[in-house]
């Protein structure tokens, strides 16, 4: 289907013809103006939010590169697609007219080759949960070299919900970003040798690369040095060093870590420190912490029996959908 027979239907609105035919459309020789004139016919109010981000974005575009043509007509078909159905989802994303203009001027940038803005874009998109319109920017981040987005290019082959599965790019991008400095990317790059995805199984190798991460930081890494010094995986079991990590995780913001030890200080008898760990995990709205806190004030562990402040936590977990935060509720 080519722009003047696209331009009919939309005319005699034969939505469902075009529909049918969408993927056959034929684009490359639709100048911007054009593609900017058909959406321009439709009523904007009919999107969602996101949507209308987007339609704003590609509205309000001017220039662009062409190597950017494949992505100009992914945005014009999706928005195409879109308002032809005339499915209005509601999402939880909304904008001020300055974060609006914020977004377009962005994906000006991206679309004009600046490639700290492919980054910056991908990023946003992510975070309004549009995974799908994030990717093709983080792989032009990416191709640019940038250690962030090759690092989430393996998230994405990894998750296999946006693009296919695939564990030998995973491993690659991984890997590449591990050895330039990444430090998430090194975390997970041992992971996969921790877990034999793609590669075979070496624990001891795994546990080389996990201390390079916990060394750059990562609390994830930290916490499983803590598991492997403990059970004895790719290297001796040692239960101090075993906490010693585990204590290192749970100060870098692992909640996991802060409840283990605040778990482990409860059946050591020292209820003041396990009130402390499930305070720091409960700090970072983590249910189980808050949940945790909860108890200690209903109980009077390392404090004294305080109903009002056990409620507020069971409160705060409850709302997290703690289910047994909900039946304590029940019960002060």
């Given at each position: 289907m080519n722009i003047e027979k696209l331009k009919q239907l939309i005319e005699i609105k034969d939505y469902q013809t075009i529909l049918n035919n969408i993927s056959?459309?034929?684009?490359?020789?639709?100048?911007?103006?054009?593609?900017?004139?058909?959406?321009?016919?439709f009523k904007e109010e009919s999107l969602d939010n996101n949507y209308i981000l987007l339609f704003q974005q590609f509205i309000q575009m001017t220039v662009y590169d062409r190597k950017y043509s494949d992505i100009i007509h992914r945005d014009f078909l999706l928005l195409l697609e879109v308002f032809l159905e005339q499915k209005k989802t509601e999402t939880n994303s909304y904008w001020n007219a300055k974060e609006l203009q914020e977004a377009c001027h962005l994906y000006q940038k991206a679309m004009k080759g600046d490639s700290e803005s492919h980054l910056l874009l991908g990023q946003f998109y992510k975070t309004i949960r549009q995974d799908d319109w994030a990717f093709v920017w983080y792989e032009q981040a990416a191709a640019a070299g940038n250690l962030d987005a090759i690092y989430w290019l393996g998230n994405f082959y990894y998750d296999g919900v946006v693009v296919r599965e695939d564990w030998e790019k995973t491993y690659l991008a991984y890997k590449e970003a591990a050895l330039k400095g990444h430090a998430d990317a090194m975390n997970n790059y041992a992971d996969m040798y921790l877990r034999g995805e793609f590669v075979e199984k070496d624990e001891q190798r795994a546990f080389e690369l996990f201390s390079i991460a916990a060394d750059r930081g990562v609390a994830e890494a930290m916490y499983t040095l803590g598991y492997m010094y403990e059970n004895g995986v790719g290297v001796d079991i040692d239960k101090t060093k075993s906490h010693h990590w585990f204590t290192q995780s749970a100060l870098a913001g692992d909640v996991f870590a802060a409840n283990r030890l605040g778990h482990e200080a409860f059946q050591n008898g020292d209820g003041v420190e396990a009130m402390g760990w499930y305070q720091l995990a409960a700090d970072q709205q983590d249910v189980d912490g808050e949940f945790n806190l909860g108890f200690c004030y209903e109980a009077g562990i390392g404090t004294s029996v305080n109903f009002k402040k056990a409620k507020y936590w069971y409160q705060k977990a409850a709302l997290q959908g703690d289910q047994e935060a909900r039946e304590k509720l029940k019960l002060l």
């Open positions: 056959q459309m034929e684009l490359k020789e639709c100048s911007l103006n054009e593609l900017k004139e058909i959406l321009a016919s």
